[in-house]
């Protein structure tokens, strides 16, 4: 682990007496804006304490590399100091051979805490879940409990609520509000103040998304992570808002056919970068060659009534943006889990009159513009120009059906297949619905002109 320069005397005497009267989430902008060198010796010059709140705060830009940046003592008293969550975090990102070191470095305490955290799938409760709480037996009074929160309240993150335990299994039994316990008679039985409904409590296995749900549906602070009827950890309502904005995050990337971005944008490379959308690029750039091979398959039909080709970019995009309409509602709605995976046919009911109904008013709007550019004499269209006005309408009808039944179905298909719904971004479902459009639209050609243009 490297060493980083001495600073001068006056400097941290600087930096010590600037940061002290900055909140620090100010002092963690401050710092993301510097170079990674720079912000690892304003670090290294800060009071222990104030260095502890910096690492813990989920906007610190890389903070395994500026931990490994840090003299190995300095990272490791950092790491035992910071909240369990946070320091899993950080453990998360380090590569294998820093995290072995720092694991044997950082207190026994700690080192359990993280271990644990670290043995839950990224995406669920336990990942997230800070081991930091307060629990007392249910025989406890509340003066005794409030003697107790005094004691052990510089070691806990967050005091939001107390948890009740059995005495004897020492399983949940009762949460209680530090408001109600603070107004509450000092000679009660806690367990005699705290309401008798059953706790609200998750899996560490359980999915953050849940939890966020279950936060927003009780208006919660806290919920207390439960394995075997024994609390062993709480996720707070502050660390479900940094992992849905996280998730959140990549899933609009994902929707714009970007790879998820695993640092903030003006912090990524170059080469990284190309690499994140390149990927997507070349797999969109393959799928749009099928509309080649489509258009090519008309070519014949084309060369008779070229006057078809001024509606193809038409037809495309109005495909396209049907379909892309019908996946992000319906992305969104498999994300606020108001759908499942079983409700897909009434998606489809609902989508198909759907479709049907803009379809039509698409193709109204069409066959308006075309009679009224026949009649103002802005294009003369020939003499079929009815028909072709009548194709145009219809096929948009069909184009647009299928783009909002294919874009709405396209999430539902990839969830099946344990893929990310997200990774059916708008680009991907314009690409699809493309190709699908011209056949659609050709064929209905063929139909109403053949005999006449065709």
């Keep these: 682990m490297n060493e980083i320069p001495v600073i001068a005397g006056e400097v941290r005497l600087d930096i010590a007496e600037t940061s002290a009267k900055q909140h620090v989430a100010d002092l963690v902008d401050a710092l993301n804006a510097d170079t990674r060198e720079e912000a690892a010796q304003i670090i290294a010059s800060l009071p222990f304490e104030r260095a502890v709140e910096v690492f813990d705060q989920p906007g610190l830009d890389a903070p395994d590399a500026l931990i490994r940046t840090l003299p190995h003592p300095q990272a490791a008293a950092i790491l035992s100091a910071m909240s369990a969550d946070r320091s899993a975090d950080v453990f998360r990102e380090l590569d294998a051979v820093s995290r072995d070191a720092l694991l044997e470095a950082v207190d026994a305490d700690a080192r359990r805490a993280v271990i644990r955290i670290l043995g839950y799938p990224e995406d669920s409760a336990g990942a997230i879940m800070t081991t930091e709480f307060v629990s007392v037996p249910s025989n406890w009074t509340v003066s005794r409990t409030l ?36 107004v509450s008679d000092p000679s009660s039985r806690i367990v005699d103040i ?50 849905i904005l996280e998730e959140t995050t990549e899933d609009v990337q994902k929707f714009g056919g970007v790879a998820a971005l695993d640092e903030p944008y003006m912090k990524i490379g170059f080469f ?20 080649a ?21 038409l037809i495309m995009s109005s495909g396209g943006n049907s379909g892309s309409q019908a996946t992000s509602l319906i992305i969104r709605a498999i994300a606020l889990r108001e759908v499942g995976l079983s409700d897909w046919w009434r998606i489809a009911l609902r989508e198909m009159p759907t479709g049907l109904v803009l379809g039509a008013m698409l193709g109204f709007v069409a066959i308006c513009r075309i009679v009224a550019w026949q009649y103002l004499g802005l294009y003369d269209y020939g003499q ?25 179905m396209l999430p539902f298909l990839l969830k099946a297949l344990r893929f990310d719904p997200a990774s059916a971004s708008a680009p991907f479902v314009a690409t699809l619905v493309d190709v699908s459009g011209l056949v659609i639209y050709f064929s209905v050609a063929l139909v109403i002109l053949r005999g006449t243009m065709l």
Excluded: C
């Design 147 to 182: 003697d107790h929160i005094r004691k052990v309240e510089r070691t806990r993150e967050t005091v939001y609520a107390i948890y009740v335990t059995d005495p004897k299994s020492g399983k949940l039994v009762r949460s209680i509000g530090l408001r109600r316990l603070v």
């Design 194 to 243: 705290a309401r008798r409904t059953r706790p609200i409590a998750v899996s560490p296995l359980a999915d953050r998304e849940k939890v966020a749900q279950l936060i927003s549906k009780y208006d919660l602070l806290a919920v207390p992570v439960v394995e075997n009827g024994h609390v062993i950890g709480i996720v707070t309502v502050d660390d479900i808002i940094d992992a």
């Design 272 to 291: 990284e970068m190309i690499r994140k959308r390149g990927g997507w690029l070349l797999v969109l750039f393959l799928s749009e060659m099928l509309t």
């Design 293 to 313: 091979t489509a258009m090519q398959g008309y070519q014949a039909e084309l060369e008779k009534a070229i006057v078809l080709t001024l509606f193809i970019p």
């Design 384 to 408: 079929h120009w009815p028909l072709i006005a009548l194709t145009v309408g219809i096929a948009l009808v069909g184009i647009v059906t299928f783009g909002t039944l294919a874009g709405s």
